[in-house]
């Protein structure tokens, strides 16, 4: 509005200027014909039609119009009535004496902003607590600030009152676990000989490895009892501190494999009915594995599958980099960058093949 007001003085000074070297007789032309126009618009906007004016047209408007008397002003061709002028400026003025009488700096101070950051750690850190909670948890630092203060701090943050914060989401659960948490599924393939043949893995949440506990085309309860032995003797050689195990409700688990995982201290954690996205570390390795492995090699029969699942599960531990790890493998961190400008201008990298081609891998010369 301002600006606004700010150009329309400007640019009525001008006009002002341009009328100085006129003579009388063209200013009462001139007013008349803006008369008459004036005149014309009423006629084609009709009686009903109401003109409505921008708050800085009205405050040019008042400024200029108010130092005539209000017998001129009722003889004068206005769009609005005299009174309405004078109302104008009347609210200008009242707008003017309440900034003027308005105090500098009104109610509290602003919160320091270390203090606010630190209000909002405090709630990230600890989901259960409330303002009430936080508030006591500053005094004990000798920070002396209101509750209400608190409160409002969090509102403005968007914070969530701490009964909606405590409850534990799948998410969080998942991440708070990723050290103790191990997923398996079954996987499907054919082979050329027209048989099926189902895949049992697992998967480390924390750091990702894979371990292919077998492939058969006729998944017994027995069969699927040996696999999880043999997977619990193995967590145990490798000191894995494994508490829970993700799975779905395929008919293919026996019960007896929930009562071994228990026995060594995991317990078993089932997903939602067709709900793929409870098991999505699992269920991300199977779709790399597929579009990586399956799909790309002709498997000829059970034997031929085993040696490709023990080639694959080698490139994805040792070798292939993961987004989740910084780039890194299971079983490899991610080397050094290169420093040397002559290593980097001479590069010798070579290629090592995998199932025929299919996967590779790459190293630096020795």
């Given at each position: 509005?301002?600006?606004?007001?700010?150009y329309l003085?400007?640019?009525?000074?001008?006009?002002?200027?341009?009328?100085?070297?006129m003579g009388d007789r063209d200013k009462d032309v001139e007013i008349l014909a803006l008369h008459h126009q004036i005149t014309v618009l009423e006629r084609q906007l009709g009686a009903d039609t109401r003109v409505r004016f921008a708050?800085?047209?009205?405050?040019?408007?008042?400024?200029?119009?108010?130092?005539?008397?209000?017998?001129?002003?009722?003889r004068l061709r206005l769009l609005v009535r005299p009174d309405t002028v004078l109302r104008w400026h009347r609210d200008l003025l009242k707008q003017r004496h309440a900034r003027?009488?308005?105090?500098?700096?009104?109610?509290?101070?602003?919160?320091?902003?270390?203090?606010?950051m630190l209000i909002l750690r405090l709630v990230r850190e600890n989901p259960a607590w409330g303002y009430r909670r936080v508030h006591g948890e500053l005094a004990t630092l000798g920070i002396k600030l209101a509750p209400s203060t608190v409160w409002e701090i969090l509102k403005q943050e968007g914070v969530d009152p701490s009964p909606a914060r405590a409850s534990t989401t799948w998410?969080?659960?998942?991440?708070?676990?990723?050290?103790?948490?191990l997923a398996c599924d079954f996987i499907e393939t054919i082979t050329l000989n027209g048989?099926?043949?189902?895949?049992?893995?697992?998967?480390?949440?924390?750091?990702?490895?894979?371990?292919?506990?077998?492939?058969?085309a006729h998944p017994t309860a027995t069969w699927v009892n040996q696999a999880i032995k043999n997977l619990v003797m193995d967590l145990q050689d490798a000191s894995c501190r494994t508490r829970y195990l993700i799975r779905d409700r395929d008919?293919?688990?026996?019960?007896?494999?929930?009562?071994?995982?228990?026995?060594?201290?995991?317990?078993t954690v089932l997903t939602g009915v067709r709900m793929p996205r409870m098991n999505s570390v699992m269920e991300r390795w199977v779709q790399s594995c597929r579009r990586e492995f399956l799909d790309r090699c002709l498997l000829w029969n059970e034997r031929h599958l085993r040696h490709a699942l023990c080639e694959y599960e080698q490139f994805y531990n040792q070798h292939r980099a993961h987004q989740a790890l910084v780039q890194a493998a299971p079983l490899r961190t991610v080397p050094g960058p290169i420093t040397d400008p002559a290593k980097i201008v001479d590069l010798n990298v070579r290629r090592r093949d995998r199932l025929g081609g299919i996967l590779h891998e790459y190293s630096h010369a020795a």
């Open positions: 509005m301002l600006f606004r007001l700010a003085t400007v640019t009525n000074a001008f006009a002002a200027l341009r009328m100085l070297p708050p800085e047209d009205r405050a040019f408007l008042s400024s200029l119009l108010i130092s005539l008397p209000r017998e001129v002003l009722r003027a009488c308005r105090p500098k700096r009104p109610g509290r101070p602003p919160t320091v902003r270390s203090i606010r998410t969080d659960f998942l991440r708070s676990q990723a050290d103790a948490l048989q099926r043949q189902h895949i049992l893995a697992v998967i480390e949440h924390a750091t990702r490895r894979v371990r292919v506990l077998g492939t058969t008919g293919k688990f026996p019960a007896l494999m929930d009562q071994i995982l228990a026995d060594a201290g995991i317990n």
